[in-house]
């Protein structure tokens, strides 16, 4: 995204209190923008190039290859700085890739970003949130985000302010009061005129208090990744100089061969491939994601959207297309209520309340909104009464709500017309008179006298059957939350193929914490949710050990967003949804969903399958280098010979592998998985190389000749990794698989003199036979064993479990 030039801030700006029904003329709003008092976002969502930049070249890693370097340079050997073109070729990758990931997610931001509606010379404008300047009246109606600070000064709303307070009560706000930027609007609508833009709206001052005290929270694995990084970083030096003393000290090589050989050491140790592995199949996933027209706010969901195996749905623009239809009007007091007082009584509604939600737009399609009679106040429709209300005199109240919550314990009188058509699956409203003071009194269902029923219809979104088909094979639970009637849900549910469709409850018989945490994962379909029960469900379905994936476009699912391990937000939904959620799905397609859960896991399974491989080098160096300061033996690999081994068996494989399809589900720890998987191989190449060092003693092999049977061997334990890695081989696997070992013999054959390789005599190679054909069966003993303790480790913590307990 293109930073442009912001005009200087002009201080204390005269205030311009235009009248509401006109609005800021063009000039004024010219000479807001030219005084700096626009809404513009002066931080962008990603990193600034330069950041970028210095975040990559200056890591703690990166100083100590350049320290290792000056120490190589300084005993002239100058042909193991071979890991030093490596380095700066992994810097440039991660540096471009993070670019490239910048650049799409800008330009994808572009496309994100709210709108607002104001009123400019005297008409109705529809802008991008960044355009409102100060003293703009802006309309806000239910599901808006209020992206910039304001006074009311016609209309009355509910506001939750819970991204701010952290409380999820609806706040009333009535003509005067402030509209904080950062919440958002519930229920009603209203005018307001804009008090503070940009970085001096109460939402920019919180978020840099924010940024100042709390850094961002990071995924399982890139905590395991920044924990085994630090302890490594603290280790590097300490071995590094003990293995150094104990080379040129004890063991009297000369300094040369003393530096160069605890370099090796130190430089097979770090990770550094690993790191720059994971940063860049996250920012690749990114871009892939953003090709899909997926937004990702936040990097760290990728990882659990991988692993999500529940995720929750509403029915309105999930399950079903956003759109309604009003299919019939049935009358229950023709005698009284015609047809046609019917619609004007609705008609009245829709035209004062305004909701421009679904349902509103449906009402106002078959009633119309012109010409409505109006009302003295209003009552915004809230997702705790589930009804709305226009007051015209003391007199003279109608609401407008689900049937079951307006006639309470009466509702048995009008099953048998309501039930059938709820079944079905159609939404039923129910438009009634109340004979009493419904703003100071309690509400009394007894003064509730039905007119007439409205039935409304949504259509199964086309791929929904498709799509909940692949969730289902790939072991994803579903469940379907929502505010309607649950026989409804689960009617329309059935109809989409939703597994368990047929279990369903209404969430008003939810009256405690221990019911709805049972029913969370008893029940599939939920009916008559509340915004605070569908949070509370996510989190029950978490405690339950479930990994959850959220999906949702209405301001009453934003809590529910917040709380879960990953949030999908529609962006035809409210600006609330899309503005909390940490993916939001661009072209509001659900069908897509099943593509971007594969790209996580996709990315997950990948970088699991190639961490194994660096970190079989690292479990090696490490290993070997403190044995050999403890049994004071000599360290038999230069660092150019590391490289040699490194980039071959490890950086071009990895490469490959980390861009292939795998969506199998993702199981386990990151950390203990990838361990797991390089330790057969590490433990195998230390074994294999204390071997070596054993044989050079007893038959007083050369040092350069066992140094070179010492890397070959370390590169065929490489192929045997990456053999297991590939299984089971596709076309690209063998292929990679091949041109490795083809890499691998050229490099051995005829760069000799670059990677410091001796030429070998017939028992040399002999050695090197035998010491391979060995190698084998010890991975593959240490690799049964292993998955035996992994397999009998839940079983002993169990028992460890009930030893407490008891």
């Known amino acids: 995204m293109k930073k442009q030039t912001e005009p200087e801030k002009v201080k204390n700006p005269t205030r311009i209190f235009a009248p509401p029904d006109i609005g800021l003329s063009t000039e004024e709003v010219s000479q807001r923008v030219s005084e700096g008092y626009t809404n513009s976002i002066r931080e962008s969502n990603t990193r600034s190039v330069k950041d970028i930049i210095l975040s990559n070249v200056f890591t703690y890693f990166n100083l100590v290859f350049c320290l290792l370097a000056v120490c190589i340079i300084l005993v002239g050997s100058f042909r193991d700085l071979t890991f030093m073109p ?33 009123i400019r010379n005297g008409s109705e404008q529809s802008i991008s949130s960044t355009e409102i300047v100060l003293d703009d009246i802006v309309l806000f109606s239910a599901g808006d985000q209020i992206s910039a600070d304001a006074t009311i000064i016609d209309g009355t709303v509910h506001v939750n302010e819970s991204m701010l307070t952290g409380e999820s009560d609806e706040v009333p706000k009535k003509n005067g009061d402030p509209l904080l930027s950062g919440s958002f609007i519930v229920s009603g609508h209203c005018r307001a005129r804009i008090d503070a833009v940009g970085d001096e709206s ?34 590097i030096i300490p071995v590094g100089l003990l293995l150094f003393h104990n080379q040129h000290k004890i063991l009297g090589l000369d300094i040369q061969r003393s530096v160069v050989s605890s370099v090796a050491a130190v430089v097979g140790m770090i990770p550094e491939g690993l790191y720059l592995l994971t940063t ?49 009007l049935i009358l229950l007091c023709p005698d009284r209520f015609s047809e046609d007082d019917a619609a004007a009584i609705i008609r009245d509604h829709v035209g004062n309340l305004r909701d421009r939600n679904e349902t509103g737009l449906a009402l106002e399609k078959r009633f119309g909104n012109s010409d409505y009679r109006a009302a003295e106040s209003t009552l915004p429709f809230s997702s705790a009464t589930k009804y709305s209300g226009a007051i015209y005199n003391e007199d003279e109240i109608y609401l407008l709500g689900a049937p079951d919550i307006l006639l309470g ?55 929904a059957r498709e799509t909940f088909q692949y969730f289902a094979k790939q072991g994803v639970e579903i469940k379907v939350i929502s505010g309607d009637n649950p026989a409804t849900v689960s009617n329309i549910a059935l109809k989409a193929g939703i597994n368990g469709a047929e279990k369903y409850i209404d969430a008003t018989t939810l009256t405690d914490d221990v019911k709805l945490s049972s029913a969370a994962t008893e029940y599939t379909v939920f009916g008559r949710v509340t915004p605070e029960q569908k949070k509370k469900l ?60 594969g790209e996580g896991r996709r990315v997950i399974n990948n ?4 961490a194994a491989l660096f970190l079989v080098k690292n479990i090696f160096s490490f290993t070997l280098a403190i044995i050999s300061m403890i049994a004071v033996l000599p360290y038999p690999i230069t660092s150019s010979q590391l490289s040699l081994v490194s980039v071959i068996t490890i950086g071009i494989p990895s490469f490959f592998l980390a861009l292939e399809p795998d969506f199998k589900p993702i199981s386990g720890h990151f950390l203990s998985n990838v361990l797991l998987r390089a330790m057969p191989a590490g433990l195998t190449d230390v074994l294999v190389i204390l071997g070596i060092i054993a044989f050079s003693f007893a038959f007083d092999m050369p040092s350069p000749e066992m140094s070179t049977v010492s890397v070959i061997l370390l590169s065929l334990v490489g192929l045997m990794m990456l053999y297991r890695t590939c299984t089971p081989f596709t076309t690209i696997r063998k292929v990679l ?47 049964k064993h292993l998955n035996s303790i992994k397999a009998r480790f839940p079983k002993i913590k169990e028992k460890l479990k009930k030893k407490r307990i008891g």
């Open 202 to 235: 109460y939402i920019a001052k919180l978020s840099r208090e924010a940024k100042k005290m709390k850094k961002q929270s990071k995924s399982e694995m890139m905590i395991s990744l920044s924990r085994l990084v630090r302890a490594i970083g603290i280790i």
């Open 86 to 118: 490596i380095v700066i070729i992994n810097t440039v990758i991660g540096i471009v890739q993070e670019l490239r990931s910048k650049k799409a997610l800008d330009k994808l931001s572009l496309l994100a970003v709210p709108t607002a509606t104001v």
């Open 280 to 328: 860049v199949a996250l920012a690749v996933s990114t871009i892939n994601l953003a090709r899909k027209k997926t937004l990702v706010h936040d990097l760290n969901c990728i990882e659990a959207l991988a692993r999500v195996n529940v995720l929750c749905v509403d029915k309105t623009g999930t399950i079903t297309k956003p759109s309604m239809n009003v299919e019939e």
């Open 409 to 463: 314990t009466r509702y048995s009188e009008y099953a048998e017309l309501i039930q059938p058509h709820a079944d079905s699956g159609l939404r039923v409203l129910l438009s009634a008179m109340y004979d009493g003071d419904i703003v100071n009194e309690p509400f009394n269902i007894d003064k509730v006298f039905p007119i007439a029923l409205i039935l409304l219809s949504n259509e199964l979104r086309d791929n």
């Open 607 to 610: 970088i699991e399958r190639s």
């Open 737 to 783: 698989f091949v041109g490795v070992i083809i890499i691998l013999a050229f490099s051995i054959l005829f760069l000799k003199g670059i990677f410091a390789l001796s030429p070998l005599n017939y028992g040399e190679t002999l050695v090197i036979v035998v010491f391979a054909l060995s190698a084998f069966p010890i991975m593959d003993f240490i690799n």
């Open 538 to 597: 996510v989190l029950a379905l978490k405690a339950a050990g479930k990994t959850v994936a959220m999906t949702g476009d209405g301001v009453n699912d934003v809590l529910a967003l917040k709380s879960a391990d990953c949030s999908i937000a529609m962006a035809s939904g409210s600006d609330a949804a899309c503005q909390v959620s940490q993916l939001v799905l661009l072209n509001s397609d659900f069908s897509a969903m099943p593509s971007v859960v």
